[in-house]
């Protein structure tokens, strides 16, 4: 069944497009998700009609200013701190802790990878578990690289500034101590930004 607006061969091409430059896949069970996406990226790039904005969008060699505009649109951000604590777990217990005592003594260094990261969150809570995993250990070097197709998103995340909803499973204390409160109420990392990247080309 066609998404409402365009018709399936149209998604199909746009879907193509959208995997080849992005990565992101928009199979016939996500042609609904695909419509969705244009009607909102179709307003932004000035057309009333998603129809139009594809078959403008097929018509020509696409921007990366496109393609980053599409990927705002089309991407989901529903993130918050500690999402998923089973993973978080294994990361605190066995992962982390078994690559910390390889290299202590020696080559004493980190090089974490958040990829996807939305707004940050994520990447933040990796280095939070880092900072409580190492405690004050001056002589180690942690890097945390976030990248994400979404450029409003990494925007964000550099900025390391979140309201309450970002917060819902966070355990007792965890802003307190890792936040500072900003003028507007807000929450605003104290451990600095994380390395930001887009992964679009």
Same mark, same amino acid.
């Given at each position: ?27 016939? *069970? @996500? +042609? ?21 904005? #594809? ?8 921007? @990366? ?5 599409? #990927? ?7 993130? !918050?701190?500690?999402? *998923? ?10 992962? $982390?802790?078994?690559?910390? +005592? ?6 004493? !260094?980190? @090089?974490? /990878? ?6 940050? *969150? &994520?990447? !933040?809570? $990796? ?6 995993? $190492?405690?004050?250990?001056?002589? /180690? ?9 979404? &450029? @409003? ?11 309450? /909803? ?19 109420? #807000? ?15």
């Amino acid at each position: 069944m066609p998404a409402e607006g365009l018709s399936d061969g149209i998604c199909q091409r746009l879907g193509e497009l959208i995997a080849t430059h992005t990565g992101l896949h928009f199979p016939p *069970e @996500r +042609h609904c998700d695909l419509q969705r996406g244009m009607v909102t990226a179709a307003a932004e790039f000035g057309f009333t009609d998603s129809s139009r904005c #594809a078959d403008w969008l097929l018509s020509r060699p696409v921007t @990366r200013q496109q393609l980053n505009l599409l #990927a705002s649109h089309l991407t989901i951000g529903e993130t !918050y701190f500690l999402r *998923e604590r089973k993973f978080f777990g294994v990361l605190a217990d066995r992962i $982390l802790p078994d690559l910390l +005592h390889r290299r202590r003594g020696h080559r004493q !260094y980190l @090089r974490l /990878w958040s990829a996807a990261c939305c707004t940050g *969150e &994520e990447s !933040y809570s $990796l280095a939070i578990l880092v900072d409580q995993l $190492l405690g004050q250990a001056p002589d /180690w070097q942690v890097t945390i690289l976030g990248t994400d197709i979404n &450029e @409003r998103f990494l925007q964000k995340a550099t900025q390391g500034v979140y309201g309450e /909803w970002s917060f819902r499973d966070a355990p007792a204390g965890f802003k307190e101590r890792y936040f500072t409160r900003t003028a507007d109420g #807000a929450s605003r990392s104290i451990l600095g930004s994380s390395a930001v990247s887009d992964s679009c080309t």
